[in-house]
């Protein structure tokens, strides 16, 4: 009947305009990082730098002055005095409650993990050589998900901590560094936010994931009838892309590369949306290689939070493995809840003619979208 069609096409049209919605207010990772370095032999005189994105700098201070879209570096050097207060007021140096004083310096620019940031360098000087409380406030209002990495060499001792939403306060010892164990709860935790808030990183494993429980024959997807070829099937993607980037995460988060994070984002959401075009119009038919190398591309993009891992924080390569388990536990995660989903709808007859078409068409638009703003 005409009424049916045109309700189908209706819930259609809501599907897809709900992509665009979902597609428009999302992305990829903490697109807000931040980095606080604090160095010098006691906490009586530390040098220190603050280095945000532009991005979360300008609603603050309004850097744009003739709101052109276009931040030039003389805009930069004229909102200086309003950067310096917008760093005070965001930052607190205390000593058993004593307040140190932090003397703002000119305002450079820097590029991490190819990220250009505002570094504001400050000098800091505390009346004593005792322990250290850092209180950082910025940018949270405004991003819940915002992240600033605190990295900090005080005479021998190196340490690192990571500013959170829920975690905005750090105490840092003179007498001893970051412990092992600090060092992988810490960031096994950011590992398995990170992947559970990067979601374009999910839509790739649900569109990887979608046909693992479906079997072509004569141009046709079929629902798998063995339950342990589609365990056996999913063992091998979700291995092929933890592999790549493994590989690609730890690399470039030791610096030995540094590609640019716009075409790395790019390359991602282009990934996201062969990958559900594949499940629709299926060229590529060995899905771990195109898996596997899909992978190293996000193992690029996990790494842009470690961009100066390398050169600051305590045990750079424990910090590195630990984020690394993290991302896999996160990952791990959403492959257990949606597995059994899976197994389930094989046996549903509209799953492979209607629901996984229409699932990876809309997660087609939502990286198609992404890719349109990262380009």
Known sequence: MRWVYYAKLSIVLMVLQLSFLVASKSFAHELSNGYLTLSGEDTRQLEGRLSLMPYDLEIEVKLDENFDGDLTWQEV????PGLHDYAASVLRFTQQETLCRPDFNDVAMESISGIDLIAIPFTLTCPTDSALVVSYQGVFDME????????ATIGGASLTDVFTNSHRESALATDSGTTAWQ????????GI???????DHILFLLATLLTVNLVRKDNRWLGEERTGTILKSTLWLVTAFTV???VTLTTTALGWYQPSS???EFGIAISVMLTALNNIWPVIHRLVLITFAFGLLHGMGFASVFGELQANAASPLLA?????????IGQLVVVLLLLPVLLALRHVRAYASAIMPLAS????LIALNWAIQRF
């Not at 819940?144 to 990295?151: D, G, V």
């Not at 068409?361 to 087609?364: E, M, P, R, T």
């Open 244 to 246: 790549a980037h493994s």
């Open 183 to 190: 060092t992988i709860t810490t960031f096994v935790y950011q």
């Open 77 to 80: 050097k004229a909102a200086q």
């Open 320 to 328: 590195i493995a630990s984020f690394n388990i993290g991302v896999e």
């Open 361 to 364: 068409s809309v997660i087609a």
């Open 262 to 264: 716009r075409w790395v």
């Open 144 to 151: 819940e998900s915002h992240k600033t990495l605190l990295t």
């Open 193 to 199: 936010i990170h992947i559970w808030i990067g979601i």
